[in-house]
């Protein structure tokens, strides 16, 4: 496995969503400083690290990380075809591995999500367009048919909210779509566009948040973050790239494919996100593109940009986030750091922990890696 590294950082809150149509000047500016670039020093986050090793055995390959829970000190991760459960030493426990097309299976495995209550797993299955429910030990409970196509899926406050992109359908118009658990009743927010629907399906690994009680909602090629209530989307700030955002008339063009357009994109070097975004202490932290993947960290006033982070535990050196495609995921108030196995091996006689060295002595590049915990 590729990803390999996945930091939980606790006591973490905040995520959203944009629409390029929506920049009013009632709604607060994060405006992203090109000129204030340097390397993040995360060391101040770094207060109590607990290194995991995950099991790695013919059963348990995690071939890409797709999402990531915490749940009841059990890590639970879904690749593409299966969610897998880790205890909190690393070792494997079993796996919900139900693809298929009979009548307790999914065709194709959307996302997930665990209700953190009655520690249900509800699968999304798009091409079925219906939700497939199990316990933590993959014995099926049921099924919600949901009658329109998602991508992505939150199950929170007894509410199942559905993400569609930009997909437009006879029986679905609406990004957003929530179904109230008990009633079934749904409603719709963020109306698709029909002319991006032509084009644009570009997708982030995520688009909900949960944190502190509330739901954020971003996704790609959108520069406002919104917070998400039962009955509306309030858009909370708009994302200034210095200006270099790009123009609604270049959405508003025709396009074959989705590769015209990202031509486009870089001969005119806009810049676009947002593609990942967390928050902690009342700062936060997203991802966007500039030629190549960058992150920016807000701290309520200022704009940092960076390309490079510090740690003082993995290495004395710079790292690159590119090189090793270091990745952030959210769950409830904890954060997940991934990345390829590579940025421990290259960086090994770098490493001052004594415990990670002893860890990472036999790691190979496609072991399931090691989970590191980090406590504030």
């Given at each position: 496995m590729k990803y390999t590294y996945i930091y939980i950082l606790l006591a973490i809150s905040f995520i959203s969503c944009h629409k390029k149509e929506e920049t009013?000047?009632?709604?607060?500016?994060?405006?992203?400083?090109?000129?204030?670039?340097?390397?993040?020093?995360?060391?101040?986050?770094?207060?109590?690290?607990?290194?995991?090793?995950?099991?790695t055995n013919d059963s348990c390959l995690i071939h890409e990380i797709?999402?990531?829970?915490?749940?009841?000190s059990l890590l639970v991760i879904g690749d593409n075809n299966s969610i897998l459960f880790f205890e909190s030493n690393g070792r494997f426990k079993n796996k919900i591995d139900k693809k298929g097309n009979g009548p307790e299976e999914y065709s194709?495995?959307?996302?997930?999500?665990?209700?953190?209550?009655?520690?249900?797993?509800?699968i999304l299955d798009a091409g079925k367009k219906q939700l497939l429910h199990y316990?933590?030990?993959?014995?099926?409970?049921?099924?919600?048919?949901?009658?329109?196509?998602?991508?992505?899926?939150?199950?929170?406050?007894?509410?199942?909210?559905?993400?569609?992109?930009?997909?437009?359908?006879?029986?679905?118009?609406?990004k957003i779509n929530i179904i109230d658990k008990s009633s079934e009743n749904s409603r719709?927010?963020?109306?698709?566009?029909?002319?991006?629907?032509?084009?644009?399906?570009?997708?982030?690994?995520?688009?909900?948040c949960f944190s502190d009680s509330n739901i954020y909602f971003y996704e790609a090629?959108?520069?406002?973050?919104?917070?998400l209530l039962s009955q509306k989307m309030d858009p909370l700030f708009y994302v200034n790239f210095s200006?270099?955002?790009?123009?609604?008339?270049?959405?508003?063009?025709?396009?074959?494919?989705?590769?015209?357009?990202?031509?486009?994109?870089?001969?005119?070097?806009?810049?676009?996100?947002?593609?990942?975004?967390?928050?902690?202490d009342s700062k936060f932290l997203f991802s966007f593109y500039d030629k190549k993947r960058y992150f920016a960290l807000f701290d309520g006033r200022n704009t940092v940009v960076f390309d490079q982070v510090i740690s003082k535990t993995i290495s004395s050196k710079q790292i690159d986030l590119n090189k090793h495609y270091?990745?952030?995921?959210?769950?409830?108030?904890?954060?997940?750091?991934?990345?390829?196995?590579?940025?421990?091996?290259?960086?090994?006689?770098h490493i001052e922990n004594e415990d990670l060295k002893e860890k990472i002595k036999h790691l190979k590049e496609d072991d399931n890696g090691i989970v590191g915990v980090l406590s504030r």
């Amino acid at each position: 496995m590729k990803y390999t590294y996945i930091y939980i950082l606790l006591a973490i809150s905040f995520i959203s969503c944009h629409k390029k149509e929506e920049t009013p000047s009632m709604i607060k500016e994060i405006r992203v400083d090109f000129s204030n670039k340097k390397p993040l020093d995360i060391s101040s986050i770094e207060s109590d690290i607990q290194f995991i090793p995950l099991e790695t055995n013919d059963s348990c390959l995690i071939h890409e990380i797709r999402k990531i829970c915490l749940v009841d000190s059990l890590l639970v991760i879904g690749d593409n075809n299966s969610i897998l459960f880790f205890e909190s030493n690393g070792r494997f426990k079993n796996k919900i591995d139900k693809k298929g097309n009979g009548p307790e299976e999914y065709s194709r495995l959307s996302d997930f999500d665990i209700d953190r209550k009655t520690k249900v797993v509800t699968i999304l299955d798009a091409g079925k367009k219906q939700l497939l429910h199990y316990n933590f030990q993959g014995e099926y409970l049921g099924r919600t048919p949901i009658g329109l196509w998602a991508i992505k899926l939150l199950d929170r406050d007894n509410m199942y909210y559905l993400y569609s992109g930009n997909q437009v359908s006879d029986e679905n118009h609406y990004k957003i779509n929530i179904i109230d658990k008990s009633s079934e009743n749904s409603r719709g927010f963020y109306e698709t566009d029909t002319h991006k629907s032509t084009y644009l399906h570009v997708h982030s690994a995520e688009n909900f948040c949960f944190s502190d009680s509330n739901i954020y909602f971003y996704e790609a090629y959108n520069d406002t973050i919104y917070k998400l209530l039962s009955q509306k989307m309030d858009p909370l700030f708009y994302v200034n790239f210095s200006n270099r955002n790009i123009p609604q008339e270049r959405f508003n063009a025709h396009y074959e494919h989705i590769a015209d357009f990202t031509d486009i994109m870089r001969k005119n070097e806009y810049v676009y996100g947002i593609f990942s975004l967390v928050a902690y202490d009342s700062k936060f932290l997203f991802s966007f593109y500039d030629k190549k993947r960058y992150f920016a960290l807000f701290d309520g006033r200022n704009t940092v940009v960076f390309d490079q982070v510090i740690s003082k535990t993995i290495s004395s050196k710079q790292i690159d986030l590119n090189k090793h495609y270091i990745e952030l995921w959210n769950d409830e108030n904890n954060i997940f750091f991934t990345s390829y196995n590579s940025l421990y091996i290259d960086n090994q006689e770098h490493i001052e922990n004594e415990d990670l060295k002893e860890k990472i002595k036999h790691l190979k590049e496609d072991d399931n890696g090691i989970v590191g915990v980090l406590s504030r």
